[in-house]
């Protein structure tokens, strides 16, 4: 599991941020999943290293302009880089009406069957790997935080130990280490659960924004490896966030104390706080990590390895 940020500004892009939009790459099935989609998103992933044809799902948490404007361009061009089986798209119950409008007014034909899915609270999508659950968040308009969660994976299979019990190389192998009982053709029985070490457990990503402080984003937050929230403003401008409905640094801090996170990403920066300001976003760290020392700022291009261990790991450009 990989993340990268494809825009980490608020409400209008900067020359050094676009707008909201992150990108989950899944990178045991070769599958991208994408999170909000500003204006301009397509641009970001030319520029990046992500390929548009490995989008499969797109969660869009709210329909303000900064999170969704960048969705219809976006579908089309991954119809023209190739027809996917089917992309699903999950967001707000007005998502599937914008969608209508935009094809309508455009006159825009996709190429290819979208899915789309209305937010509700809880379960959203299960298969064999994942599962993402959502939480409505507060906000001025109907917003909802995600959560991505691995299932717990089958431990290493130990081929040696295999090898000196006489099991022969192929598909039984593959039985053996999802921890099935096998019955090879000499007629033993084998437990493949006495082959595999002790079972990983799964990561666990959440993206939350726009909201302020409040108890669904601990909740849907709670042990998670990776936390990445809003943090639009300062403390400093506490009231201005409180009147917005946005969060502060400390907001932020506050949620990934109280959930018990491991990595707290701060993004969507109000553009106010850019160099030569009063207030810069390094003042905007060092409030977070006065109360949530692992703490980092996100930036447009940035990637984040989630680790598979329970350490920490440090961002990469």
């Not at 044809?53 to 329909?63: A, E, L, Y």
């Not at 034909?109 to 937010?119: F, T």
């Not at 299979?157 to 099935?180: M, N, Q, T």
């Not at 909201?211 to 998670?224: E, M, P």
């Amino acid at each position: 599991m990989q993340i990268t940020f494809l825009g980490t500004s608020s409400g209008v892009p900067t020359r050094s941020r676009n707008v909201s939009s992150l990108a989950l790459r899944l990178t045991e099935r070769g599958e991208i999943w994408l999170f909000d989609c500003g204006e301009g998103t397509q641009h970001q992933l030319l520029r990046s290293d992500l390929k548009v044809g490995r989008i499969r799902r797109i969660f869009i948490t709210h329909m303000h302009g900064d999170h969704v404007f960048g969705l219809m361009g976006l579908l089309a061009s991954i119809g023209l880089a190739g027809n996917p089986d089917r992309l699903d798209l999950y967001g707000p119950p007005q998502l599937e009406d914008y969608l209508h409008a935009c094809t309508r007014y455009s006159h825009t034909h996709l190429s290819y069957p979208i899915r789309v899915h209305k937010h509700r609270p809880g379960l959203l999508f299960e298969d064999e790997d994942y599962r993402v659950t959502c939480e409505r968040l507060d906000h001025r308009v109907t917003a909802y935080g995600y959560a991505v969660e691995e299932k717990e994976r089958p431990g290493r299979f130990d081929v040696e130990k295999a090898k000196s019990l006489g099991i022969p190389p192929g598909p039984v192998y593959g039985r053996l280490k999802r921890g099935d009982r096998v019955m090879l053709a000499d007629g033993r029985k084998i437990d493949g659960k006495h082959l595999c070490g002790p079972p990983q457990p799964g990561r666990k990503v959440v993206y939350c924004t726009d909201t302020i402080y409040c108890d669904n984003a601990v909740k849907l937050s709670r042990d998670a490896d990776v936390l990445v929230h809003e943090a639009t403003f300062s403390h400093l401008d506490a009231s201005m966030a409180e009147q917005r409905l946005h969060s502060t640094s400390t907001m932020a801090a506050q949620v990934a104390l109280a959930a018990g996170v491991k990595q707290l990403l701060m993004t969507h920066f109000s553009p106010r706080y850019a160099p030569g300001n009063d207030i810069q976003l390094e003042d905007l760290l060092a409030e977070a990590r006065a109360i949530f020392p692992n703490t980092d700022l996100a930036y447009d291009f940035m990637t984040y390895d989630v680790p598979k261990v329970r350490d920490n790991v440090a961002a990469t450009a």
